[in-house]
């Protein structure tokens, strides 16, 4: 198997540091053997003529430094402020430009060049995200016939978003190279249906098949799951552990309500704060009882809409403190840091109120981590944006809009005040979609689909 993604998880780095996705294609290239391919994470003057290899038993890692150009293009300029904003309708942050869209597909030309030869005749070729949809295309035109899937982490966006950007034909055409294109729910695939027959003047075969640009392919949609059960019995074992009863024991009967995100404007975080204001208005009992903790490690802060995102947090941050906070009780604590897994694991199961708000995500996989570190038998309730990809499966957290800031007041209110009856039911119904739907079912459902291409 031959796995691609912008970043790589090299596996010198511990198990303990890499994300879940990044253990999971460890663990499938681990079984059948194969290659990790793409950026090393590090930028340098000029590209460099060929990727570092690091052999690990039956894998190898494959990297490649960016040039300051490619980085500033590619990476900041095309993929994380024309696409990363469109794909989650943003189109007042959407910034394109034909220069980084050519040094996107150049990136993109470069890394089929180098992993042409490391390529082997039964390969599965496996690429992820929007980073490098063209990709598999380019190694198309290099004479590769053999099965390559897509996996798209972030939504396809509506027809009418989509095509405000000047190169959405080619970028769909390059989708519809691959054997296999998998997103994350219904609506993602229906808007990607959409735009193959109202745009690209394909159509619908059935059975998951479209034939779109002379092509047909298998497209469907694959749930990212999460690690249930590492999640479980991390929750668990912590339980009894002195962090946990100190953050459970609230000082005066507080309660915790958390949030973990990248700081990403997608992730909606000012319009949280501004929910959680209004929840303070209108619950003022509350008062001096609860503590919103948001987590919120720095992210593409080359990026400039980034670095607003996060004066904006501390403005609004530093304002409700001042309005609301008394000499002993903070009503927020913004952490602009990251914390180590079992920490996050801690924090999620002392919280009484999980509140995943994002404008528009993928899929969000800390609503799935929320839910599976909770107490069974105290557990918190998890108040979760409709527009979040996991809001499909995890039907029974408190759904809502996260623009509509009443609502979501009223929500977290509700959270706070549930009886352990209807908690324990609404997070039973949860945890049975988790448990069946994991990480690993994810990656096998996706390498099994793949392992059917060609689909002609
Ligand atoms: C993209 C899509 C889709 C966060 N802070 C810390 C930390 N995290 C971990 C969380 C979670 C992961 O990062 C974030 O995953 P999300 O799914 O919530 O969001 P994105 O990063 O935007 O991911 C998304 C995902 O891809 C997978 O397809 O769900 O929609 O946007 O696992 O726990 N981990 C640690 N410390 C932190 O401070 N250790």
Not at 49 to 78: C, I, M, Q, W
Not at 362 to 379: I, R, T, W
């Amino acid at each position: 198997m031959v796995v691609v993604s912008n970043r790589v998880a090299v596996a010198t780095d511990t198990k303990a540091r890499a994300g879940g996705l990044a253990v999971a294609i460890q663990d499938a290239l681990q079984q059948s053997g194969g290659v990790w391919f793409g950026w090393s994470g590090k930028v340098v003057p000029k590209t460099p003529s060929e990727p570092t290899l690091h052999e690990a038993g039956p894998v190898t890692y494959a990297t490649l430094d960016l040039s300051r150009k490619h980085y500033n293009e590619y990476y900041n300029g095309f993929a994380n402020r024309a696409l990363w904003p469109l794909f989650h309708y943003r189109l007042d942050l959407t910034a394109f430009s034909q220069e980084h869209y050519s040094s996107y597909l150049e990136v993109n030309k470069l890394f089929a060049g180098h992993l042409l030869p490391l390529l082997e005749p039964e390969d599965l070729i496996w690429i992820h995200d929007y980073h490098l949809i063209p990709l598999g295309e380019q190694l198309r035109r290099s004479g590769i016939t053999r099965p390559m899937g897509f996996f798209l982490h972030t939504p396809f966006p509506a027809l009418e978003i989509l095509t405000a950007l000047p190169s959405h034909r080619s970028l769909v055409q390059a989708l519809c190279a691959y054997d296999l294109v998998g997103f994350h729910t219904e609506n993602d695939l229906r808007a990607f249906l959409d735009y193959i027959v109202h745009e690209a003047g394909g159509g619908i075969m059935g059975n998951h098949l479209i034939h779109a640009f002379g092509k047909t392919l298998r497209v469907e949609i694959f749930p990212i799951g999460i690690e249930t059960d590492a999640f479980e019995k991390g929750g668990a074992s912590l339980s009894r552990s002195q962090k946990t009863e100190s953050l459970r024991s609230h000082p005066h009967g507080r309660a915790w309500i958390i949030g973990v995100d990248r700081l990403d404007y997608s992730k909606g975080l000012v319009e949280r704060l501004l929910s959680f204001e209004c929840f303070l208005d209108r619950y003022p009992e509350f008062k001096g009882k609860v503590t919103l903790v948001q987590i919120a490690p720095p992210s593409r802060s080359e990026v400039p809409e980034y670095r607003e995102i996060q004066r904006m947090l501390e403005t609004h941050a530093g304002r409700l403190n001042g309005r609301f906070a008394e000499f002993d009780w903070v009503p927020i604590n913004y952490l602009n840091k990251s914390y180590q897994r079992q920490e996050l694991i801690q924090f999620y199961r002392a919280s009484r109120v999980g509140l995943i708000t994002p404008l528009r995500d993928g899929m969000n996989l800390v609503a799935k981590e929320y839910v599976a570190s909770q107490d069974p038998e105290d557990p918190g309730v998890m108040v979760l944006s409709r527009f979040a990809g996991a809001a499909r499966e995890l039907d029974s957290a408190l759904i809502v809009n996260p623009l509509d800031f009443e609502g979501v007041a009223d929500a977290i209110a509700r959270g706070l005040t549930m009886p352990l009856e209807e908690r324990k039911e609404r997070w039973n119904g949860m945890m049975e979609t988790l448990r069946g739907n994991t990480l690993n079912t994810w990656r096998d459902d996706f390498i099994e689909a793949l392992r059917q291409a060609p689909y002609e």
